[in-house]
């Protein structure tokens, strides 16, 4: 095809308006001699060519990338596994694992815990402490709307912490909120009132707030079974985009999108989707065949399948404790000291760790777990020949136990005899199962007779421990970072919904878990633990045994992500609004 007659003109003019501006001379002579080389030299010197041509681009590019930096940019979608359906998305309802994921990304609070352990503003403008700790004043920041659009105001604040107290919802979170008064000022406005100083206070307003505007039109006992509880909406850093259900209407995975109005600025990461699995065998199978980038909540020994290149395994102490806990009023064997004591020592928690946690935890002997730091009881341990089983089958029988025919300890009293027979209550997660297992392994060296009873989470929930139906209960409580343990072991949160488990009852005890709340400096704090300590180990309401580590696979590919202290899984997410996928190059003073 010929170039038409203009674009040939056009080239021609160009070229003689070039030849005006520089040597031309210089370039035909160059091409002449190009053209008089054999065809051997003409390769050398292209290849000459090529190779300072390459060398130049090398080398701009070496130098751009040493006078530029890299930044962080939006784009990007990461896909998270778990195991379980969520039920309740809502902050004052979440019970599991699934539950609290979703509703850290889905809901914000006043405050907010960072990865270093430390709280700071976010809803909240600011707060003002007055009164020595009795008044609270939070200013809500102007700007900070939910997913529908809406002001978050004082309303929304007060309508929350009503809730959270409300006996007829019987929230988790209600024991937190007991003694504690809030009052709208004005629109942006509120202030907490309390009855005595409660030191941990700050944590609290880290509690996800609910739009009224919402959820004000349903009657408390309506809450529980609304749809907001799977479709919500919050202010967090991501809104619900899409649901995925099965033919039965049980969620399969939420597609969650950035807020571009959240109030700490637009998350990098546009998307993420959690996908919902039954077991922790398909969740595995699920990440090593990339159909999900991180999961959580696998077993130690379950790292080792892990599989493929670009894998990080991390890991944080969690403040959690796992143990036993007796149920006197429903097993009197358990009124004998002894037979708590012999339990007690006749128990390797070392094989536990090992053997379940594969190494991923720390064997515990108090209410507090390890990770938390602050001064503790100075540890005096006796030297003893015994094994663990030695020493207790020595302190039943020193105290009138002796095996019968069955071989099962018992102890003839006056009153009434006495059979160290007993159940165990657990989840039936793989872990619990097998930690129940040995238990009843090495406590039947000891001549107990235990009956192992595995239930669903949410079964174990509210047809155990709601209603205290165990002889004793495997299960774990979380600790908070300010080692407020009011909720779990005063003499008031025996009954559901408190979460005294062990329906511990002391006076002493009561006391210094009241001090603890109200005492403002640490070092007293520390004080007062060490106190409470020690009645739980006169005491031995329950057999601690381990606090376990947190184990989070995940992909080299996600940048920014960091762990640091969580108290549950679902503060992985922390600092979710700082995670990244793409990046741009810029010159460093775009960066100021």
Same mark, same amino acid.
């Given at each position: ?20 501006? @520089?040597?031309? #001379? ?7 001699? /190009?053209?008089?080389?054999?065809? !051997? ?47 309740? =998305? ?46 609270? @004043? ?8 939910? &997913?529908?659009? *809406? ?31 809030? *009052? ?28 009224? &505007? ?48 959240? +109030? ?34 696998? %077993? ?48 390797? !928690?070392?094989? +536990? ?9 720390? %064997? ?15 540890? /005096? ?13 020595? /302190? ?15 102890? !003839?009293?006056? #009153? ?23 238990? !009843? ?65 002391? =006076? ?5 878990? *009241? ?59 922390? &600092? ?17």
């Amino acid at each position: 095809m010929e170039l038409p007659c203009t674009l040939i003109q056009s080239v021609n003019d160009l070229r003689n308006k070039l030849k005006k501006r @520089i040597n031309i #001379k210089f370039l035909d002579r160059l091409q002449a001699s /190009i053209q008089n080389l054999n065809f !051997k030299d003409k390769v050398t010197f292209y290849a000459f060519a090529a190779l300072l041509i390459l060398s130049t681009f090398l080398l701009l590019m070496g130098a751009s990338r040493a006078l530029t930096v890299e930044i962080p940019r939006e784009g990007g979608k990461i896909t998270e596994g778990v195991i379980g359906s969520p039920r309740f =998305i809502n902050p004052l309802l979440a019970i599991s694992d699934t539950d609290r994921d979703l509703t850290s990304l889905v809901y914000s609070g006043l405050m907010k815990a960072t990865a270093e352990g430390a709280l700071v503003n976010n809803l909240a403008e600011s707060v003002e402490i007055l009164d020595g700790g009795l008044r609270y @004043i939070f200013i809500i920041k102007e700007d900070a709307v939910f &997913h529908d659009g *809406e002001s978050v105001d004082a309303d929304d604040i007060v309508f929350t912490v009503e809730m959270a107290k409300n006996d007829l919802l019987k929230s988790p979170r209600r024991a937190s909120w007991e003694g504690i008064d809030v *009052e709208k000022i004005d629109n942006k406005t509120v202030m907490f009132s309390l009855n005595e100083p409660y030191s941990p206070f700050l944590e609290n307003a880290t509690i996800g707030i609910l739009p009224f &505007h919402i959820w004000g039109e349903l009657k408390v006992e309506e809450i529980t079974f609304s749809d907001f509880n799977i479709e919500p909406i919050g202010s967090g850093p991501y809104e619900v985009k899409d649901i995925k259900k099965n033919s039965s209407g049980i969620p399969e995975s939420y597609k969650l999108s950035a807020f571009g109005e959240h +109030i700490l600025g637009e998350p990098f990461i546009q998307e993420i989707e959690l996908k919902f699995y039954d077991s922790e065998g398909e969740l595995i199978r699920a990440f090593n065949k990339r159909n999900v980038n991180n999961i959580h909540s696998i %077993s130690p020994e379950s790292t080792a399948s892990l599989k493929g290149r670009g894998t990080t395994i991390i890991t944080s102490p969690l403040p959690r404790v796992f143990g036993l806990f007796f149920n006197q009023n429903q097993a009197t064997v358990f009124t004998n000291i002894e037979a708590r004591a012999a339990l007690n020592a006749g128990i390797n !928690k070392e094989r +536990i760790i090992s053997e379940v946690l594969n190494e991923f935890g720390t %064997s515990v002997d108090e209410p507090l777990p390890p990770g938390i730091s602050i001064r503790r009881k100075v540890k /005096i341990t006796e030297d003893s020949n015994l094994n663990p089983t030695e020493e207790a089958i020595n /302190i039943l029988e020193r105290n009138g136990w002796a095996r019968g025919s069955d071989n099962i300890m018992i102890k !003839k009293t006056k #009153k009434e005899d006495y059979r160290l027979s007993f159940s165990i209550s657990t989840s039936n997660a793989p872990e619990l199962k097998s930690v129940a297992n040995i238990l !009843k392994e090495e406590w039947e060296k000891i001549g107990a007779e235990i009956e192992l009873r595995f239930f669903e989470t949410g079964l174990l929930n509210q047809e155990v421990i709601r209603p205290r139906e165990y002889d004793s209960l495997l299960f774990g409580e979380i600790v908070g970072r300010d080692f407020d343990l009011f909720a779990f072991w005063h003499s008031s949160q025996r009954n559901d919904p408190g979460l005294n488990i062990a329906l511990y009852t002391n =006076i002493t005890a009561d006391s210094l878990l *009241e001090g603890i709340r109200t005492t403002s400096t640490r070092r007293e704090k520390e004080d007062l633990y060490i106190e409470f300590e020690r009645e739980i180990e006169n005491d031995i309401p329950a057999v601690f045994l381990y606090s376990p580590d947190f184990i989070y696979a995940t992909n080299k590919k996600i940048k920014g992500l960091s762990v640091g202290i969580v108290t549950t899984p679902a503060e992985r997410f922390l &600092h979710v609004d700082e995670w990244y996928l793409k990046t741009d190059r810029v010159w460093p003073f775009f960066t100021n």
